[in-house]
């Protein structure tokens, strides 16, 4: 879940009493890198994500992000662990952008207005919204994902968690909703499941920092409250 006012955070769900940000709520802002280059298409592109030099690279997964499709999430997965960081930055923007593109226009003119209106603190015409599109395309995972963010929102939690489950099921490497697992569970106290969620979330991702910082303040937490138990 990302939001376009976050668009310079790049960090997944946090704790809301560690870190306040939302990375399934974070929609993907301006990518890292020149666009001065010759355009890549997409093969070209898939080709330079792994082969080329570093400032090609980084072009590389900006690009996929425009014209990358579902089948090349894999390529930018691994790409999350390039040596180059802007290279890693772009590949993680890409993700979004292919994950919110549904290929109707239809879709993505409700999933526009659903951004919109989530921006704007609209939860309820937001839940709407993303309930009609997840009603019209429920293989589109990213509508799932951003009802899940709204119902998180709202504080309805168990509904959230439920929307969740559907993302995974048509993504299954949806980094964004897994750390969401997290919140949802640390949020309903169930420290344990949530340490696994955001350890699942960074094993996929990285580059998740509010994740990693998340994932220590957990296991110290989980600590203490076994010694107390002793």
């Known amino acids: ?28 802002g301006g990518s890292v890198g020149a666009a001065s280059e010759p355009m890549l298409d997409r093969a070209q592109a898939l080709h330079a ?21 579902i089948a090349d999430a894999a390529e930018l997965l691994r790409a999350l662990r390039d040596a180059d960081a802007a290279t890693r930055a772009n590949a993680e923007q890409a993700l979004w952008q292919i994950w919110g593109r549904s290929d109707d226009p239809q879709i993505d003119a409700l999933y526009r207005k659903g951004v919109e209106q989530m921006n704007g603190g609209e939860l309820q015409p937001g839940i709407a919204t993303f309930t009609r599109i997840v009603g019209l395309k429920p293989e589109f995972a990213e509508g799932w994902n951003k009802r ?14 439920a929307d969740c489950t559907e993302v995974i099921k048509r993504n299954p490497y949806h980094f964004g909703a897994l750390a969401g697992y997290g919140q949802i569970y640390l949020k309903l106290e169930d420290y344990a499941r949530s340490l696994e969620y955001f350890r699942r979330a960074l094993e996929l991702n990285p580059n998740m920092d509010s994740v990693r910082v998340s994932i220590l303040l957990l296991e110290q ?8 138990m002793i």
């Open 1 to 28: 879940m990302r939001t376009a006012r976050q668009s310079q955070s790049r960090q997944a769900w946090a704790a809301p009493v560690l870190l306040a940000s939302l990375l399934w709520l974070l929609i993907p």
């Open 49 to 69: 994500l792994s082969a080329g030099d570093v400032p090609l690279r980084h072009q590389a997964a900006s690009r996929l992000g425009e014209v990358g499709v």
């Open 148 to 161: 899940a963010t709204l119902y998180f929102m709202a504080g309805e939690y168990r509904k959230s968690l």
């Open 221 to 228: 937490l989980i600590e203490r409250k076994r010694k107390d």
